[in-house]
């Protein structure tokens, strides 16, 4: 894992790094889910496959998570005590709702960290993956979301932006300094 910034923001601290998110241990992690819960590739499979074949089922047994929710279940076999799976929007080219329904799957799963006592949070970059969202675009809605956040609650402590390349947290390190790339 490489730490690439942090910032404090209010009680907490915003940070952003460059790893595979099945490594790491935190309170949660937040999986890009789709909205029958059913697994897939991208974050999804890896997750899968780190946490074992039981969050399978336990995706199965809440069912699914409409579009811009999240949903908790315990990590399994992940060193992160838990996964959130967060909903994000397919682009289809960014008059559809998609900015609020992304704000809102970030919001959802800070809401859900909160109401379980969750001290840090890993988010992985939804929806810029298969679901295609502009990834500088969704690195602004993440950022500005999680600050507005952390700037007037005190739970999550730490959230992390887990990025999976280095221009993935280019993009997000652009955000948190208040600037576009
Ligand atoms: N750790 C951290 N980030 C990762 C990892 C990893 N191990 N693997 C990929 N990424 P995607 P989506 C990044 O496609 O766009 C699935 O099939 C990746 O580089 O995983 O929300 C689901 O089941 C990208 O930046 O998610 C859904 O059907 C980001 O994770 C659908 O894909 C998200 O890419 C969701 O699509």
Redesign the pocket.
């Known amino acids: 894992m490489t730490i690439i910034d942090e910032i404090a923001v209010g009680q907490g601290t915003a940070r952003i790094v460059v790893?595979?998110?099945?490594t790491l241990e935190v309170d949660a992690i937040v999986?890009?889910?789709?909205s029958r819960l059913?697994?897939?590739?991208?974050?999804?499979?890896?997750?899968h496959r780190a946490a074992g074949p039981e969050l399978a089922s336990a995706c199965r047994k809440i069912g699914g998570c409409p579009t811009g929710e999240a949903r908790l279940t315990a990590g399994f076999a992940l060193p992160a005590r838990h996964v959130i799976h967060a909903?994000?929007p397919?682009w289809s080219g960014g008059s559809a709702g998609e900015d609020a329904l992304l704000a809102s799957a970030y919001r959802e799963s800070l809401a859900l960290a909160a109401a379980n006592d969750l001290r840090s949070l890993a988010f992985?970059?939804?929806?810029?993956?298969?679901?295609?969202?502009p990834?500088d675009r969704a690195a602004g809605i993440a950022v500005d979301t999680v600050r507005a956040w952390l700037s007037d609650r005190s739970q999550p402590q730490t959230v992390i932006f887990?990025?999976?390349?280095e221009e993935?947290a280019r993009h997000h390190q652009a955000a948190l300094a208040g600037k576009r790339n």
Request: overall charge negative; hydrophobic content about 45%.
């Open positions: 790893a595979d998110i099945t999986n890009a889910a789709n059913a697994g897939g590739g991208g974050v999804d499979g890896a997750i909903v994000g397919v992985s970059a939804i929806s810029t993956g298969v679901y295609g969202f990834a887990c990025c999976f390349s993935s």
